[in-house]
C-alpha cells in the first residue's frame, strides 16, 4: 500500500512537469507549498485543473509525506513496474499512461452491472517480457475477508461477473506428497483469494530474503544515493521561497532610528565630547631633561654597594707570583663555589689574543642582581682601628711588685696528693696533709720536714689558729676534728695553749646536749704526737673539707660531705661547744667563710653564695655568679670583696656593695679552678687550678666607691704536674711576705718567692 | 593602670612584613613583585629579631619594611601589571573566540607602563644617578653582544647596542676616560664624569651563551630599568654637552660595521642647519687632524729625545742606558712640555696622583693590526685624543688606509714573522713605524705617559699589567717588592758570602762569638770574666771582644723586651670582655690572613726569581 501511494504525488508532478515546462519553478513552489501547508490533495488538483478523475487522496501528516516523497522521488522512472497487481484500473490506466507512452484506444462501453459507461481496453498480448502482475487473476471479489464464501462452491467472480469455483481441495497425504515431490512447494505461499497455492514470484522471494537479511525491503533503495540538493546551495536560495510575501519596505529604507544614533555620535565628535583613539604610531618612548624639576624633599635611599674592583691576580697577563700552583688550583676546585675566596683562578696568557671569553660572565652579572634585590643590606661601621688598642692598658706587672716569681723550694710527699696546706699566721710554719693521712710541719725557709704527724685516714683540711698568742692547728680527718700543738713552741706560748685546749676546769657541758663529742686524752698521756683535743662529729657526717676559722680564733667552722643538716658545723673552742647553725639548708654546701670584720657568714652552695648574718640570724643577700659549680672562696680582708670560681673555670669579683651580680667575670684558666686565696696584707691575690697554673693577680680596692677596683694579671706560675686531671690543688699566701705555697696533684708542695 | 601592651602591635612586629604577607597586600603575583622590587629598589631588610619580627616563628622567610610596602601599594607601575594582567585576560578570550578586529583593538591598547617617575624617585639628583651607573652600564654592554633569540627580540640588543655606543661617544668626546685594566674577565674601563667614578665592565668579543640557571626574566627586567636610567642619564649628559640626544645614526655605516663610528655627535646650535652629510664626515675621527700637522708632531718628538727614527740600531744602546737609571722614559710632547724638566724627580711623582693626560696620544696615529680588538682599541685611542684606523676586515669607517704615512704606531698582537718577499717601500714603512702589543695602550694610559715601547715590541714577552685600581693597604705590591726581594737577597747572599770567609779566615772567632753571647745570656760576671780571658788568648782585640758583648747584649735585652711585652699583653687579654675578645680575635685573624697571603706572594715571587737565576746561569755555562 505505501508504495501506492508514493507513487501517486509523483505521477502527479511529472505530468505537471511535462505539461507546463516553462512555470516549472512556480509550480514547484506551490507544490511545495502544498505539502508543507498541509493542504488537500484535492485542491490542488484543482489548481492544476487538468486531471478531473484524480483518486482520492487521505490527508497525511507533514512529515510521512515528505519522506515518501524524497524515496520515491528517485526512482519515479520505474515506478510502474513496482505497482502492485491488486491497483485500481483507473490508477493502472493513468500509470500505464505515464509509463508506456502508449495509449491504447479505449473503448467506452454500458457496463452490464452497472448500467453505467465504462471504458474498455483492449486485451493485453502478453509478450515475452512483459509483467506478469499484467496475468489476470480471475477472482475479482476484492479485498474481503474470504471466510464469507467458506460455505459456497465458489470464491468469487471473475471480471466478468461469472463465478469462479473452488478449485479442488487436495487432502493432507497430497499435501505432502506435494511438499516431497513439487520441488517448487517451499517456494509456493496460500493464496487467499485463488484459495490454492501459488508459486511466489522472485521478486517476491527477494523481499523476504531482504526482510531475513534485514535490509530494506525494496530492491531499488539505495541507502548510499548523493543528496540532491534542492532547496539550498548556490543558485537555489530563492528557488522555493517559503513565502509568497512581498518584500517590506523596512528592506531597502534607511532607519531612521538608526539615523538618529549616529547623528548623536557625529555631534558629539563634532563638540570633541568623544575623541577618536590615538593612533599607535608613538610607542618609541622619548626622554626629556629629568633632572631639571627640583626633586623631592625625601632623601634618596642609599646607593647600592659597588661591587669590588678587580685586582692585580684578575689581570691577563699577572705577575707570575699570582699564578696558583697545582695545589691551590686543586683545592679551589675543590671548593663549593659559594666558598671560594676569589670566583676565578688567576691565568696568564702570552697575548691579547689569547684571552679566551669569560664562561661564568652572565652568572656573575645575574648573581649580582641577585644581591641587589634579594640580599638584606645591612649597613655596617667598619673598625679601622689597631686590634692591640682592644687590650685594656694596665700598669706593668713589673711595676707592680712584689709578687712570688720563682718556685724557691719544694717538700714532697711521698705517698699521696698534697690536698692541703696552711701556714702560720706568723708566716714562719707550713703544714700540709696529703691523703695517705700524713701531715708535716716545715719551715718556709729551708723546706724540711720538722715533724709529721700520721693519721688513720685521708686528711680533709688543716688551718692554723689565726691567734697568734697561742699556736696550734685543726686538722680533720674521717668524722674528727683534731687539735694539734706543733714542737718547740716558746714556753709561755706552749702553757697558754695548753691552757686553752685542756683546761683544767672543763667549761659546763651546754644545756641542750649537742651530739659533738669533745674529748681530751689525759694528762699523762699527752705529746707532740698525738692532738691534744678531738671533736667527734655525729656518725656518718663524713669527711670535713673545709675549715675555716674566725678572725678572733675562737670559732671554726667545719662543712663536711656527709650532708646531716648541709654538714655545717660551728665549733667554738673556748666552750667546746659545737653547733649546727642550719636546720635546713637549700642545695649542699661547699664552702663556709666568716666575715673577716663583721658578724656575717657566707654560705656557698652549688650555684649560690648566700650571706647570712649570725648575731640577727637571717639572711642578708643571695649572690648569683652564674657558676655551675662553684669550687672556691674567698673573701677580700677589707670585707667588701669576694672572689668565688668554679669547675666551669669562672672567676667571679664581687663587690658586695655594689651588687649580687659579679663586678667581673673572668675566664683564663683552662681547666677547673680549684682554690683562690686573697693574700691578707699585700694587694695580691692568687688562683690554682687543674691545668697546673697558678695564677697571680694584683688586686687594688679603693676605698671610695667611685674607683672601680683594679685587677691586674701579675704571673702565671707553672710547675706543679698534673696527675690524674687534677693540678694545684691548694694555694695560701704567707701572712707578711709574698710568699705563695701550693700544694699539687703531684704530691709536692712548693713555696713561690719573690 | 596603663594600657595593656598587645603583642605583635608595635615595634619590630609592625615595622617588618614578611614576603609573602606583602604579596597578600599587594594583591599581585610573586613574579609581579619581583619584577617591582626591582624596580623600585625595595630589598629585604634583616631585622635585628627574626622572631620578634615574624611573630615569634623564627622560619626563614625575607623580611621588607612595611613601609616600603605601603609605597608600593599605590605605584602606578603596579596598577598598570593589574591592567595588563586583566588585558591578558581580554586578549585571550578574543582569541579563543576569533574575534579578531577586537583581539587587534585591544593589542593596540595595551597597558604600557612608564619608568620615568621611578628614575627621578630613586634617584633625586644627577649625580645619584651617574653614582649608580655602573651595573646598568655592564648590564648594557653584555647584551650589546649577546645573540638575539625568541627571548631576546633584535630590538632589544639593538638598543642596548646604541646605549654603549652612545656613552662611548660621550666618554670619547668628554675625554672623561681615566684607567683601563684588560682581565680575563673583559675589560674594565673607569671613567670620571660629574666627579664620579664610573666602573665598567665589557666582555671581550665572543658569543656568551645563557647559562640555564640564570632566570632571564630577572635580567631583563633589571634590563628595562637600566635601559631608562641610561637614557635619562645620556640625554641629560647630551644635552649638557651642547649636543643632541639622541645622536643620528647613519644606517649605512652599521651595516657595514662601523661600530661607535656610525653614530655622529651633532651640536644643538649646528643641528637646526641641514647638513648632516658633512656633520657626519666630520664626526668619524673626532680631532680632524692633517697628515702635515702629525709629520711635524713627530719630527718634533724626535728632536727633542735626540733619537732619529730610522735607525732603530743606533737608537738602541742609547734607550737601554735610559733604562738604566729609570724604568721609562717620557717623550715630551706639547701638550704638557714640563715633561721633560721633571726627569730626574720622576720617581717621585710616580708617588703623587698622576696627573691627567687627556690628550695622551694626540700626537700619534695608531693602526689596528686585524688580530686585535677594534672596539676596546678605537676607544681607547679616541678618548685619549689620538687618530686610529683599522682594515677593512674590522670595520668599515676607517678614517686612513694602513699605507698612510701619518701612522706612528700599529698595534699589532701576532708573534714575529720574517716576511722573506717585503718590497723595500714596505719595509721602509715598517721601520718607520713603531709596532707594539695591544698591552702598551693600556699601561701608557695607566701610567699617564707613554711608556718606552721597547718592552712592549712586537713578539716579545710582555712585562706583568697590573690592576691599576690598586689593592687594599698592605697588600703585596709586585712592583714594590721586587726591588726590596731582590735588595733583600742581594744582601744576604753578601752575608752569606762574608761569613764564608771569615769561617775559613778564623774559625775561633765564630766560637768567640758564642762565648760572649752565652755570657751575656747568662749575666754572670764570672762567665763573661772567663770568656774575656778566652778571647785575649785567642789573640783578639779587646775592644773587638767589647763591641761582640754590647751587641749580643742588646740582641738579647731586645729578644726578652720583646718577650716580656708580648706575654704581658697576653696576660691583659685575660681581662677584655667576651665580646671585645672576639672582635679583637676576628681582627687579628684577618690580620693574619692577609699577611699569610702576602707571606705566599712574596715567598713565590723569590723561589720564581731564584728559579729564573738559576736557569739563566745553566744557560750561560752550558
Known amino acids: ?754 | 593602670m596603663a594600657r595593656l601592651k598587645q603583642k605583635g602591635k608595635a615595634g619590630a612586629a609592625k615595622a617588618y612584613i614578611t614576603r609573602s604577607a606583602a604579596i597578600k597586600k599587594l594583591q599581585c603575583s610573586l613574579a609581579d613583585f619581583r619584577r617591582l622590587c626591582i624596580l623600585k629598589g625595595i630589598f629585604p631588610r634583616e631585622p635585628r629579631s627574626r622572631k620578634k619580627a615574624n611573630k615569634g616563628s623564627s622560619a626563614p622567610t625575607s623580611f621588607y619594611y612595611a613601609k616600603d610596602i605601603a609605597y608600593l601599594a599605590h605605584e602606578p607601575v603596579l596598577r598598570k601589571l593589574r591592567e595588563h594582567k586583566a588585558f591578558a585576560k581580554k586578549l585571550s578570550r578574543a582569541l579563543g573566540r576569533g574575534e579578531w578586529s577586537s583581539a587587534k583593538s585591544l593589542e593596540d591598547n595595551k597597558p604600557v607602563y612608564r619608568l620615568d617617575h621611578i628614575i627621578k624617585e630613586r634617584y633625586p639628583t644627577f649625580i645619584d644617578a651617574i653614582r649608580d651607573i655602573d651595573d646598568a652600564l655592564c648590564m648594557v654592554s653584555l647584551f650589546a653582544s649577546l645573540p638575539s633569540n625568541s627571548r631576546l627580540p633584535p630590538e632589544l640588543i639593538e638598543n642596548c647596542t646604541r646605549l654603549s655606543a652612545e656613552w662611548q661617544l660621550y666618554v670619547m668626546h668628554s675625554r672623561s676616560l681615566r684607567k683601563c685594566f684588560l682581565s680575563i674577565k673583559g675589560v674594565y674601563y673607569q671613567a670620571e664624569v660629574m666627579d664620579q667614578t664610573v666602573t665598567w665592565l665589557v666582555p671581550y668579543q665572543f658569543t656568551q651563551n645563557i647559562p640555564p640557571e640564570v632566570d632571564v626574566r630577572v635580567m631583563l627586567t633589571f634590563l628595562e630599568l637600566y635601559q631608562t636610567l641610561l637614557g635619562f642619564v645620556f640625554f641629560k649628559l647630551y644635552t649638557d654637552a651642547g649636543l643632541v640626544y639622541p645622536p643620528p645614526l647613519d644606517l649605512k655605516k652599521d651595516q657595514g660595521g662601523a661600530g661607535v663610528g656610525a653614530f655622529s655627535l651633532q651640536d644643538t646650535t649646528r643641528a637646526s642647519g641641514p647638513a648632516p652629510a658633512k656633520i657626519t664626515a666630520v664626526e668619524v675621527d673626532v680631532r680632524k687632524v692633517s697628515s702635515k700637522d702629525v709629520r711635524q708632531t713627530i719630527k718634533h718628538i724626535t728632536a727633542a729625545s735626540g733619537a732619529a727614527e730610522a735607525d732603530i740600531e743606533m737608537d738602541a744602546p742609547d734607550a737601554s742606558a735610559e733604562e738604566v737609571d729609570e724604568e721609562f722614559v717620557v717623550h715630551p710632547s706639547r701638550s704638557d712640555p714640563q715633561s721633560s724638566a721633571s726627569l730626574p724627580t720622576l720617581k717621585l711623582l710616580a708617588d703623587l696622583p698622576q696627573p691627567l693626560c687627556t690628550t695622551l696620544f694626540a700626537p700619534y696615529t695608531f693602526y689596528l693590526s686585524r688580530e686585535t680588538s677594534r672596539p676596546i682599541f678605537e676607544f681607547l685611542v679616541r678618548s685619549f685624543g689620538g687618530r686610529i684606523g683599522w682594515p677593512a676586515s674590522s670595520g668599515s669607517g676607517s678614517p686612513f688606509e694602513e699605507s698612510d704615512d701619518s701612522i706612528t704606531h700599529v698595534i699589532i698582537d701576532r708573534p714575529l714573522v720574517e716576511k722573506p718577499n717585503e718590497t723595500p717601500e714596505e719595509r721602509e714603512r715598517r721601520l718607520r713605524r713603531k709596532h707594539v702589543q695591544p698591552q702598551w695602550v693600556v699601561d701608557c694610559i695607566n701610567a699617564g705617559k707613554i711608556l718606552l715601547e721597547e718592552h712592549y715590541a712586537q713578539g716579545k714577552t710582555l712585562p706583568p699589567h697590573l690592576s691599576p685600581f690598586g689593592e687594599y693597604q698592605g697588600a703585596y705590591d709586585p712592583t714594590a717588592a721586587d726591588g726590596a726581594a731582590i735588595e733583600d737577597e742581594s744582601e744576604s747572599e753578601v752575608e752569606e758570602v762574608e761569613e764564608d770567609e771569615e769561617e775559613i779566615k778564623d774559625a775561633d772567632n765564630a766560637a768567640l762569638k758564642s762565648a760572649a753571647q752565652a755570657a751575656v745570656a747568662s749575666e754572670d760576671p764570672a762567665a763573661l770574666r772567663a770568656a774575656e780571658l778566652a778571647a785575649e788568648a785567642a789573640g783578639v782585640d779587646f775592644s773587638v771582644f767589647e763591641k761582640e758583648v754590647s751587641k749580643s747584649r742588646k740582641l738579647s735585652k731586645k729578644a726578652t723586651e720583646v718577650g716580656v711585652e708580648t706575654a704581658e699583653q697576653d696576660m691583659n687579654k685575660m681581662m677584655m670582655s667576651n665580646k671585645q675578645r672576639k672582635l679583637y680575635e676576628k681582627m687579628k685573624y684577618s690580620q693574619k690572613k692577609r699577611e699569610s697571603e702576602r707571606a705566599t706572594l712574596e715567598a713565590k715571587k723569590r723561589a720564581i726569581q731564584k728559579q729564573n737565576k738559576r736557569d739563566g746561569k745553566t744557560s750561560s755555562t752550558g
Request: aromatic fraction near 10%; hydrophobic fraction near 30%.
Open chain 1, 1 to 754: 500500500m505505501t508504495v501506492k501511494d508514493a507513487a501517486k504525488p509523483s505521477n502527479k508532478r511529472k505530468q505537471s512537469t511535462d505539461n507546463d515546462a516553462s512555470e516549472a519553478p512556480a509550480i514547484a513552489v506551490t507544490n511545495l507549498e502544498m505539502w508543507s501547508d498541509e493542504e488537500n490533495g484535492e485542491d490542488v488538483a484543482s489548481d492544476d485543473g487538468e486531471v478531473d478523475e484524480f483518486p482520492e487522496i487521505d490527508t497525511r501528516s507533514d512529515s510521512e509525506a515528505e519522506v515518501l516523497e524524497a524515496s520515491e522521488e528517485e526512482e519515479y522512472s520505474e515506478e510502474e513496474e513496482v505497482d502492485d497487481e491488486d491497483q485500481d484500473e483507473d490508477e493502472d490506466e493513468s500509470s500505464d499512461a505515464d509509463s508506456l507512452h502508449v495509449f491504447p484506444k479505449a473503448k467506452t462501453i454500458i457496463s452490464n452491472i452497472t448500467g453505467q459507461p465504462k471504458r474498455v481496453y483492449p486485451e493485453i498480448e502478453p509478450e515475452y517480457d512483459s509483467d506478469s502482475s499484467t496475468e489476470d487473476a480471475p477472482n475479482r471479489v476484492g479485498n474481503v475477508p474470504m471466510h464469507w464464501y467458506d460455505d459456497l462452491p465458489h470464491i468469487g467472480y471473475d471480471i466478468d461477473g461469472k463465478k469462479v469455483y473452488r478449485p479442488a481441495k487436495a487432502d493432507e497425504l497430497d499435501k505432502f506428497l506435494s511438499t516431497v515431490e513439487d520441488p517448487s512447494s517451499w517456494i509456493s505461499a496460500f493464496d487467499k483469494n485463488a484459495q490454492t497455492d501459488k508459486p511466489l514470484t522472485t521478486e517476491e522471494l527477494d523481499i523476504i530474503r531482504r526482510l531475513y537479511a534485514g535490509e530494506n525491503p525494496d530492491a531499488s533503495y539505495d541507502p548510499y544515493a548523493p543528496t540532491i540538493e534542492w532547496f539550498t546551495g548556490k543558485g537555489k536560495e530563492e528557488v522555493m521561497p517559503l513565502s509568497a510575501a512581498p518584500e517590506p519596505k523596512r528592506r531597502w529604507v534607511p532607519s531612521k532610528w538608526e539615523k538618529q544614533k549616529v547623528m548623536k555620535i557625529v555631534r558629539a565628535i563634532r563638540q570633541g565630547r568623544i575623541i577618536g583613539s590615538k593612533p599607535k604610531s608613538t610607542s618609541k618612548f622619548s626622554f626629556y631633561s629629568i633632572w631639571s624639576e627640583p626633586s623631592s624633599a625625601n632623601p634618596p635611599p642609599l646607593p647600592a654597594p659597588k661591587p669590588r674592583l678587580p685586582t692585580n691576580s684578575e689581570s691577563y697577563n699577572p705577575p707570575e707570583e699570582y699564578l696558583p700552583t697545582e695545589k691551590e688550583r686543586k683545592e679551589w676546585e675543590a671548593q663549593d663555589s659559594e666558598d671560594r675566596e676569589r670566583d676565578y683562578l688567576p691565568q696568564k696568557y702570552s697575548a691579547l689574543r689569547l684571552v679566551p671569553a669569560y664562561d661564568n660572565f652572565i652568572k656573575e652579572r645575574f648573581n649580582r642582581q641577585l644581591d641587589l634585590y634579594l640580599a638584606p643590606r645591612v649597613q655596617r661601621v667598619k673598625l679601622n682601628i689597631d686590634p692591640s688598642t682592644l687590650i685594656p692598658k694596665l700598669p706593668s706587672p713589673s711595676s707592680l711588685r712584689p709578687f712570688p716569681n720563682y718556685k724557691s723550694l719544694k717538700f714532697t710527699h711521698t705517698k699521696g696528693r698534697a690536698r692541703c696546706v696552711s701556714v702560720s699566721p706568723d708566716g714562719g710554719w707550713v703544714i700540709s696533709g696529703d691523703e695517705s693521712g700524713k701531715v708535716s710541719l716545715w719551715e718556709v725557709n729551708v723546706g724540711r720536714e720538722v715533724k709529721s704527724w700520721n693519721f688513720d685516714s685521708k686528711i680533709g683540711a688543716l688551718d692554723w689558729c689565726p691567734r697568734l698568742d697561742v699556736s696550734y692547728f685543726v686538722v680533720t680527718v674521717e668524722e674528727k676534728i683534731h687539735f694539734v700543738i706543733p714542737p718547740n713552741l716558746p714556753g709561755p706560748v706552749l702553757s697558754l695553749t695548753q691552757a686553752l685546749l685542756a683546761p683544767a676546769t672543763l667549761p659546763p657541758a651546754p644545756a641542750t646536749p649537742s651530739p659533738v663529742k669533745w674529748v681530751t686524752p689525759a694528762t699523762s698521756t699527752w705529746s707532740t704526737d698525738t692532738p691534744i683535743l678531738t671533736a667527734h662529729l655525729p656518725g656518718s657526717s663524713g669527711l670535713p673539707t673545709q675549715v675555716a676559722w674566725h678572725r678572733r680564733g675562737d670559732y671554726v667552722a667545719t662543712v663536711s660531705t656527709g650532708r646531716s643538716q648541709g654538714g655545717v658545723w660551728i665549733h667554738q673552742v673556748t666552750r667546746r661547744h659545737s653547733q649546727a647553725p642550719f636546720k635546713k639548708i637549700k642545695g649542699a654546701v661547699q664552702l663556709v667563710l666568716f666575715h673577716p670584720l663583721k658578724p656575717h657568714f657566707f654560705v656557698a652552695t652549688q650555684q649560690y653564695v648566700r650571706v647570712y648574718n649570725l648575731s640577727e640570724q637571717k639572711l642578708l643577700k643571695t649572690l648569683i655568679p652564674g657558676i655551675k659549680w662553684i669550687s672556691s672562696m674567698d673573701v677580700h680582708p677589707s670585707g667588701d670583696h669576694l672572689i668565688v670560681g668554679g669547675y666551669d673555670r669562672k672567676l667571679c669579683w664581687f663587690d658586695l656593695e655594689l651588687s649580687d651580680k659579679p663586678y667581673k667575670i673572668m675566664r683564663y684558666h683552662t681547666r677547673a679552678i680549684r682554690s683562690l686565696h686573697f693574700h691578707p696584707s699585700y694587694p695580691l691575690f692568687a688562683s690554682s687550678s687543674d691545668d697546673g697554673a697558678i695564677q697571680i693577680f694584683h688586686s687594688r680596692v679603693y676605698n671610695d666607691l667611685m674607683t672601680d677596683p683594679l685587677i691586674v694579671p701579675l704571673k702565671i706560675l707553672r710547675g706543679h704536674e698534673i696527675r690524674d686531671g687534677l693540678g694545684v690543688l691548694q694555694v695560701k699566701w704567707c701572712s707578711r711576705q709574698p710568699w705563695l705555697v701550693s700544694g699539687g696533684a703531684d704530691g709536692t708542695v712548693a713555696v713561690w718567692c719573690s
